[in-house]
């Protein structure tokens, strides 16, 4: 919460012109479906639009932000160190925080088609990150407070639902994280 208002932090890697664009994009669909609500999105930090900032400049104001927010979401299948710190300090927090809730997003096609025996995966995630999806801290009820979305909007969807109170199969609807007790996923497994 900042200001009395809810906040939401969008987390992701945003150093190519992809990806900066990409993060444009979701802060805009963030700030159109919450107009209520503070959105943090370092695209737009004042940080990030001109001079250079220090690296303790750019630490203090995403470690105050990220604190500040009730829903942080996360890209956690980039390959950004920034993001998976951000992540770890706000799993942290969310353990002793009931009311932060974290979105982390997986959102490589290749993660739902599976695994095929005999083959390496092409995809993954380190497994202390992965790890902490299925932690007891962050992991119970009906709405689990680290919930793994399949998109950005799958995300927006589940705070939107956590905000109204339709929360009713909400894992079923939002969280991927069981994706894998589904035996369609294991192609020439006997």
Request: proline share 3%; charged share 25%.
């Amino acid at each position: 919460m900042k200001n009395g208002k809810k906040m939401i932090y969008n987390a992701g890697s945003m150093f190519t012109e992809a990806q900066w664009n990409t993060r444009k994009i979701e802060g805009a669909a963030l700030k159109e479906m919450f107009p209520n609500m503070i959105v943090g999105n370092p695209v737009d930090f004042d940080t990030n639009q001109s001079d250079r900032p220090t690296n303790e400049q750019i630490f203090d104001l995403d470690y105050a932000e990220l604190t500040n927010a009730d829903y942080v979401i996360f890209e956690i299948d980039g390959w950004d160190s920034g993001t998976h710190m951000e992540f770890g300090l706000l799993w942290e927090q969310a353990r002793h925080n009931p009311q932060k809730h974290l979105f982390a997003i997986i959102s490589d096609f290749r993660f739902k088609q599976g695994i095929l025996k005999g083959e390496i995966p092409g995809f993954g995630l380190n497994e202390m990150i992965s790890g902490s999806f299925y932690s007891k801290h962050l992991n119970k009820g009906e709405v689990p407070q680290l919930i793994v979305c399949d998109s950005h909007k799958t995300a927006r969807e589940a705070i939107q639902a956590i905000e109204t109170g339709d929360t009713k199969n909400f894992r079923q609807r939002f969280d991927i994280k069981e994706i894998y007790h589904e035996e369609s996923l294991y192609h020439g497994f006997k």
